[in-house]
């Protein structure tokens, strides 16, 4: 994922709120990388963000997102999209349900359409390609690693 994909679903910063879910389970080594990132965000200066670990159920933080009125929803979560492991990519809702790689009750295509109609926000999935979901803690150096750079992405284009 390059900074100009997710500057391209972000658009302008000029009255932009963005609230950014992690996704995971944290006993699911790789599918925890969601959570992992908003972790590394939590001590930063980010500009009308909000930054929620939503573990396996998003749905259940639909008030909160609603209550924070975002113009941006950006669900970061596991993927299995035949990439490079830790590989992150910006995926548009319409092409979540081709995605692979879910441990939660309602698929995040739905979810992200109830949102969008509901809420009226851009939302968008950025994927990081994942290796092992298998019960245990504890990410894979690469999932990781990509986990560190994604954080760092959003820092630079989310800060104050």
């Known amino acids: ?3 100009e994909d ?4 972000l658009g302008d910063r000029k009255g932009r709120r963005v609230a950014v879910l992690g996704i995971g389970s944290p006993i699911r080594h790789d599918d925890a990388v969601g959570l992992l990132i908003i972790d590394i ?5 980010l ?4 930054s929620i670990k939503t573990e396996t ?5 639909t008030g909160t997102i609603r209550d924070f009125n ?3 929803v950006l669900m970061i979560d596991a993927a ?6 830790g590989e992150s990519r910006v995926i548009p809702i319409n092409l979540i349900g081709g995605v692979t790689v879910s441990t939660h009750s309602l698929p995040l295509n739905i979810f992200a359409d109830f949102i969008r109609k509901s809420i009226h926000a851009k939302v968008a999935l950025v994927g990081i390609q994942v290796i092992n979901i298998d019960y ?4 894979t150096p690469d999932v990781e690693k990509g986990a560190y750079q994604v954080a760092e992405l959003l820092k630079r284009i989310l800060e104050k």
């Open 136 to 139: 245990g803690e504890g990410l």
């Open 57 to 61: 159920v998003p749905e259940s933080y």
């Open 80 to 85: 299995d999209f035949g990439g490079k492991v």
């Open 70 to 72: 975002p113009t941006h």
């Open 41 to 45: 965000l939590e001590n930063s200066k």
């Open 47 to 50: 500009g009308d963000t909000l």
């Open 1 to 3: 994922m390059t900074s």
């Open 6 to 9: 997710l500057e391209a679903f």
